[in-house]
Each structure stands twice: as C-alpha cells, then as structure tokens.
C-alpha cells in the first residue's frame, strides 16, 4: 500500500513528476510553441546592429523600469497604437545576450514614462531625443526622466565630422561642445526603430480610406472642404515636442512660433513649404524634419491656421488648396 505518510521516497517521485509535467504543460510547450508559430509580419525589417546595440543600452541603463513596450488591448492603452501588441512584433527583438543570458523582455510592467512601443513614429527627429536624452528638461520642461549624460561627451573642440548637439546656453557650461558618444547614437536608432508594423489586414482600409479622401478633395475643387481636423489637436500630437505647446520654443534648440515672421507673413508658401519639407537654415537651431509623408493636405491647413491665429499671432488662414498646390510643386521639382 502506498502510504506518502510514511515513504518518502514515493513522496518525492510523485513531487518530482508532478513539477515535471506541470513545467512541461504551463511553461516549455508554450514556449516552445509559441516561438516556432511566431513570424514577423510582412512589413517589419530586421533590426540593424546599431539598433540591437541600442537595444542593449536601453537595458543596460534601465530605461525598462519606467517605460514599457505593450499595448494591452484595454482602452487606456489606444493611445500607445493603432493596434494591440501582438508575439510578431517582438519577432527581431529576441537578441540572446550571451550563452548564460536569454533574450530580454523589454516589454516592462511599469508606465512612470510613456508606452514606447510607437515611440520612433511620434518622435523621428534625432535632434530631439539626443537633446532629451542629455538632459530631458530641454525639451519638456515638467520632465521627471532622469537626465543620461554620461552618453555624452564634453569636448573643447570637437573634430569637424562629429555631430554636436545644439543646447540652449544654460544647460551647459560655456565654451564645450556636447558630443554624443556612440551609444547615444545607438540608443536614438534602437528608440526611432519603434514602430508598430501595420497588420496585412489593416491595408486595405487604409488604403481605401486615403482614396476617399482623395476623391472628396477633388470632388470639391473651387470651394474649401467645409470642415477641417481639429488644427489644435494635431499641433499638440505633432509639432509642440519641440515647440512647445504654448508656441515659445526652447531657445537655443527649436525656435518660438508665437510671434514668428514665417508664421506671420501674409503669404503662406514659406510656412507650408518648412512644415512640408523640414527646415535647417540657422546653425543656433537644430533641424526640424519634414512632415509630407505624415500629414495630409487637410491636417497641415488645419496646424497652419492654427499657428496663425494662436499666441497673438495673426494672419488670414490658409486652405487644402494652397497646401496641396505647394506639395504638387515641390513634388514636381523632385524627381
Ligand atoms: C524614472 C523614470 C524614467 C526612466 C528611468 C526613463 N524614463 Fe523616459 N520618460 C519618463 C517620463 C516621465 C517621460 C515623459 C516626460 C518626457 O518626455 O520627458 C519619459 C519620456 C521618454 C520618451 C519620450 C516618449 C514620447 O513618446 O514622448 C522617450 C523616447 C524616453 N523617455 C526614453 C527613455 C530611455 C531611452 C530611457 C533610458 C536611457 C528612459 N527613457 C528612462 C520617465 C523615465
Ligand atoms: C523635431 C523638432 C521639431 C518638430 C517636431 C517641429 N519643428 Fe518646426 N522647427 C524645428 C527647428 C529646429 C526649427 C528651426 C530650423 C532652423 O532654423 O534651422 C523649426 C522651425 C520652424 C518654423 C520656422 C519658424 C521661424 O520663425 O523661423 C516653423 C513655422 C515651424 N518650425 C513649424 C512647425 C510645425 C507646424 C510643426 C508641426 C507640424 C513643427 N514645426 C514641428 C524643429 C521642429
């Protein structure tokens, strides 16, 4: 008679297999399955090797204790993506450390920051994540992320090639220039490759939905579409990272829009064609990326006329037309 009162010995056998079947039924087949079921989708790229050096930077400096990267499929989290996260996302990020290190787990528990998951589709600009990463308070003022300068290198004089970075005077000392290290630089590329891969089936709709646009916009050539998106929103969502949300700019880094000449100018070709094209004329400035690939002709009309009528400043407003004219053209000059 089996009696686990008094044989130990059964006791641990049956103890043991029972560890081991659990094991193997809730943790390995899982696993197992799991990664072998698990492709990339069709429109995510290998990670190249500044990005996974990044990406062992992020852990290494522990940016994962307060940003995750998931997007749970619960309200709260729809800001973070247009879809919840999915095991395809995570496909090249599973880089094995080392033979007694596995793969890390970026994905976090803990939201102090920001969700990061579509980080490199809200902010693309280098500039702006050097700066915020040297010192986050340039960019965002109220900001409580620590400060990485020791990703940064104080020089007296820095060799011609080398990116300096363009920082208002009270954030370092006079006389140096801040030369961001190579892992700074990797950390940005690993950061700007956050994006969240569309899935094959959103396509589709995507797609249809930008003809319809299209059609309505040249269905109602001759008078401005009634109704334009909300300029104010897209401001805040799109340009006030840099120029802050109340126009002033950061002096030394972004420059103010309240009271801008280009802003204020009657004619608008020079405004659309910088939110079109990008702008880098001024060495005490650093470089503002171009957002045609990103805003329509509807969104841009909406940020401009909302620019121009916001923070005292003043001048009449533009339409789609004027956009989409200066988007033609400039189209037209670049083959
Ligand atoms: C103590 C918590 C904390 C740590 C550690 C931290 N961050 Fe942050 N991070 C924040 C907070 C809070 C914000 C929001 C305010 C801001 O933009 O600075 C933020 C914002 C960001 C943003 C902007 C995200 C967006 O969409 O606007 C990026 C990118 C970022 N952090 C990257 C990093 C990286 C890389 C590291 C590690 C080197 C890191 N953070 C470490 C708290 C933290
Ligand atoms: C990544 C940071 C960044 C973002 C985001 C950004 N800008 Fe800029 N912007 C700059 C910088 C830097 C300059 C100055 C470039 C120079 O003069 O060399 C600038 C210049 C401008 C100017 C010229 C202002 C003047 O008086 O000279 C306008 C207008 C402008 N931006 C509008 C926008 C709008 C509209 C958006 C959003 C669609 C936007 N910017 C988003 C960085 C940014």
Not at 61 to 84: F, L
Not at 285 to 292: D, N
Request: with cysteine; charged share 20%.
């Amino acid at each position: 008679m089996l009696n686990l009162h008094t044989d130990h010995r059964s006791l641990v056998t049956i103890s043991l297999l029972g560890f081991l079947i659990l094991s193997l039924g809730v943790a390995v087949l899982p696993a197992y399955q799991s990664q072998n079921n698990t492709e990339p989708l069709p429109q995510m790229e290998p990670m190249s090797e500044a990005e996974i050096r990044g990406l062992r930077i992020f852990i290494r400096e522990g940016c994962v204790a307060c940003h995750t990267q998931q997007v749970r499929n619960i309200e709260m989290d729809q800001t973070w993506g247009s879809r919840p996260s999915i095991p395809s996302d995570y496909y090249y990020s599973k880089q094995r450390m080392g033979f007694w290190q596995q793969s890390p787990s970026v994905l976090g528990s803990e939201r102090t920051g920001p969700d990061l998951t579509n980080a490199g589709m809200r902010q693309p600009s280098i500039d702006w994540h050097l700066l915020h990463l040297y010192n986050p308070r340039i960019v965002v003022p109220e900001s409580i992320m620590p400060s990485y300068p020791w990703l940064f290198e104080d020089k007296i004089n820095p060799a011609k090639e080398e990116k300096t970075l363009t920082i208002p005077a009270e954030f370092k000392e006079q006389g140096v220039e801040i030369v961001p290290r190579r892992a700074a630089l990797d950390l940005v590329a690993y950061l700007q490759s956050l994006k969240q891969a569309p899935l094959a089936s959103q396509q589709p709709e995507f797609i249809q939905s930008t003809h319809k646009k299209l059609e309505a916009s040249q269905n109602s050539v001759n008078q401005d579409l009634p109704s334009l998106p909300d300029g104010k929103n897209l401001y805040l969502a799109t340009c006030s990272a840099c120029h802050q949300a109340d126009g002033s700019g950061v002096p030394g880094a972004f420059p103010a829009l309240a009271g801008s000449a280009v802003i204020n100018n009657q004619d608008p070709q020079m405004l659309i064609r910088i939110v079109l094209q990008g702008y880098d004329a001024r060495p005490d400035f650093a470089q503002m990326p171009g957002f045609a690939d990103q805003l329509s002709d509807e969104e841009i009309a909406a940020i401009i006329n909302y620019e121009r009528s916001s923070w005292d400043n003043n001048a009449p407003a533009v339409t789609v037309y004027d956009v989409k004219n200066i988007r033609e053209s400039i189209m037209n000059q670049t083959p």
